[in-house]
């Protein structure tokens, strides 16, 4: 059975990093298309950054420039950087993997609390 486990949320003071973590299992991670999304209450799920299973990486514009998305295939682990944090980033991050067109798989989030 495929599973994502998400892992590195908490607590952070505005200005300041995380390093969230996705660990996969039951699949072939390299040949998967990663991302984290976030949804934070009230609010639409977003795309946060995706990686390809070419390294290509795609991030929203309020991701860029201080998040980096990244991913070990040796260790089947997904990661994804967050600096100068902003209350606005407060959220449920979710890790997604999807291969062509077949169904996404979806982990259970981590939790991200930035306060002022």
């Known amino acids: 059975q495929v599973q994502l486990v998400e892992s590195g949320g908490g607590l952070v003071q505005a200005g300041g990093s995380l390093r969230l973590s996705c660990g996969a299992s039951g699949m072939i991670f390299r040949f998967y298309t990663m991302g984290w999304y976030r949804q934070a209450p009230g609010k639409q799920r977003e795309l946060v950054a995706t990686i390809t299973s070419g390294g290509g990486t795609n991030y929203a514009d309020s991701a860029k420039g201080r998040f980096t998305i990244s991913r070990d295939n040796a260790k089947n682990t997904l990661y994804l950087q967050m600096n100068s944090l902003k209350p606005e980033d407060t959220a449920l991050y979710y890790c997604?993997?999807?291969?062509?067109?077949?169904?996404?798989?979806w982990g259970q989030g981590t939790q991200v609390t930035v306060s002022s």
């Open positions: 997604k993997a999807a291969a062509g067109f077949q169904t996404a798989y």
